[in-house]
Antibody, heavy 121, light 111 residues
Framework: EVQLLESGGGLIQPGGSLRLSCEVSGFTFSSYAMSWVRQAPGKGLEWVSSIIGSGTSTYYADSVKGRFTISRDNSRNTLSLHMSSLRAEDTAVYYC??????????????WGQGTMVTVSS | QSVLTQPPSVSAAPGQKVTISCSGSSSNIGNNYVAWYQQFPGTAPKLLIYDNNKRPSGIPDRFSGSKSGTSASLGITGLQTGDEADYYCGTWHSSLSAPYVFGSGTRVTVL
């Protein structure tokens, strides 16, 4: 069974940093692109970032570019999102999502349960 | 404001059919596959339809997808109370600032 398990969310002050992790199981992790999608309270879904299977290409939404870094450790089946210079508008549930192939932007066929990030003083 | 436009809500009685529209442009829907996601309150989204009209394993055939030009639609027949949820369309968008975009979401209510 394919499973994605996020961790690392919490309450953080504006300007602070946080690292989210997503442990995966049930599929060959290195063969698939992976992504982060977020959802602010009461709002819709927003794509944040994607990374291909080898980790050599990464993509970011303009709203997080320069502040967030996506990475993966294929030996540990783990996807990460390092977030810095956090703002109140980054407050959201962050979902780890699996792409259906090694090509990103083809949709997301499996989602984690999400981890909440709250940016507030 | 979402690049893809969906109605905020649709409703129908049990057993009836609802259709949710997703309007875009040639930069997204017009030249790419569309996916649909179902999300119940407080839970993660779930893939419902991919490549415009294909259902993942386990998704009942009451759910169907279609695409024409720069618009896509999700149909739900034989509506059940368990279908009450938010539904989002999504597709690739030819912009490096946001290569993947979601619709604004539609709440389905069973009367």
């Amino acid at each position: 069974e394919v499973q994605l398990l996020e961790s690392g969310g919490g309450l953080i002050q504006p300007g602070g940093s946080l690292r989210l992790s997503c442990e995966v199981s049930g599929f060959t992790f290195s063969s698939y692109a992976m992504s982060w999608v977020r959802q602010a309270p009461g709002k819709g879904l927003e794509w944040v970032s994607s990374i291909i299977g080898s980790g050599t290409s990464t993509y970011y939404a303009d709203s997080v570019k320069g502040r967030f870094t996506i990475s993966r450790d294929n030996s540990r089946n783990t996807l990460s999102l390092h977030m810095s210079s956090l703002r109140a508008e980054d407050t959201a549930v962050y979902y780890c999502a699996k792409d259906p192939s090694d090509y990103p932007f083809d949709g997301f066929d499996v989602w984690g349960q999400g981890t909440m990030v709250t940016v507030s003083s | 404001q979402s690049v893809l436009t969906q109605p905020p809500s649709v409703s129908a009685a049990p057993g009836q059919k609802v259709t949710i529209s997703c309007s875009g442009s040639s930069s997204n829907i017009g030249n790419n596959y569309v996916a649909w996601y179902q999300q119940f309150p407080g839970t993660a989204p779930k893939l419902l339809i991919y490549d415009n009209n294909k259902r993942p394993s386990g998704i009942p055939d009451r759910f169907s997808g279609s695409k024409s030009g720069t618009s896509a639609s999700l149909g739900i027949t034989g509506l059940q109370t368990g279908d009450e949820a938010d539904y989002y369309c999504g597709t690739w968008h030819s912009s490096l600032s946001a290569p993947y975009v979601f619709g604004s979401g539609t709440r389905v209510t069973v009367l």
